[in-house]
């Protein structure tokens, strides 16, 4: 199976301030159709997760543009240009190209 | 619009089966797979298995094969994930989603207790 990681496992941010969020695949993503399915879930406490970012850099319909999602091959990032309270919560990449899908272990971002 | 709606708590005894419906509205039924995905303290987020429900297709992880069955009833839009000789490490939380890798389509049920105690 494909083995994700993220780092840090822990982002505590200032409000109005970056963020951002690495993760690694330990193999390429890259589907036999050309097309890299990573995404980026958020999970704000006590919800159900739900998706930001899929094939790398598309935002879902709900998603404000200050998420961006950049990477290829094996090596991903989740930037926020600026955080809001609104975004604490824990993120996961997760991998679609390779079945079964897997998630990364979660970064947990709260407010300093 | 698109809902996805789990029960709220099962609880079992170890060795027993659970059965889990995912009742669904606001789109064709038949239009999209359904996922099921689980969230353990131990183990964090873990994708468990796949339906078409087009033609009943599956596809489930390894980990599962042979303990889990999942099923369809298009008459009433409803998904089932059945999951059977339950430990205590299937204590989660369970949930249907409907989710394109491609496409801007992410919807998630709100998730299923399960608790295995004796």
């Known amino acids: 199976d494909v083995v994700m990681t993220q780092s840090p496992l822990s982002l505590p941010v200032t409000l109005g301030q970056p963020a951002s969020i690495s993760c690694r695949s330990s193999?390429?993503?890259?589907?036999?159709?050309?097309?890299?399915?990573l995404n980026w879930f958020q999970q704000r406490p006590g919800q159900s997760p739900r998706r930001l970012i899929y094939?790398?850099?598309n935002r879902d319909s709900w998603v404000p543009d200050r998420f961006s999602g950049s990477g290829s091959g094996t090596n991903f990032t989740l930037q926020v240009n600026w955080v809001e309270a609104e975004d604490v919560g824990i993120y996961y990449c997760?991998?679609?190209?390779?079945?079964?899908?897997?998630f990364g272990p979660g970064t947990k971002v709260d407010i300093k | 619009q698109v809902q996805l709606v789990q029960p709220g708590v099962e609880v079992r005894q170890p060795g027993a089966s659970v059965k889990i419906s995912c009742k669904t509205s606001?789109?064709?039924?038949?239009?999209?797979?359904i996922d099921w995905v689980r969230q353990t303290p131990g183990q964090g987020l873990e994708w468990m298995a796949w339906?078409?429900?087009?033609?009943?297709?599956?596809k489930y992880v390894q980990k599962f094969q042979g303990r889990v069955t999942l099923t369809t009833d298009a008459s009433t839009r409803t998904a089932y994930m059945e999951l059977r000789s339950l430990r205590s490490d299937d204590t989660a939380v369970y949930y249907c989603?409907?989710?394109?890798?491609?496409?801007?389509?992410?919807?998630w049920g709100q998730g299923t207790l399960v608790t295995v105690s004796s």
């Open positions: 989603v409907i989710v394109d890798g491609a496409h801007p389509i992410d919807y």
């Open positions: 606001g789109y064709t039924f038949t239009g999209y797979g």
């Open positions: 339906i078409s429900a087009y033609n009943g297709d599956t």
């Open positions: 193999q390429s993503l890259v589907h036999s159709d050309g097309n890299t399915y």
């Open positions: 094939k790398v850099s």
């Open positions: 997760v991998q679609s190209t390779h079945w079964p899908y897997t």
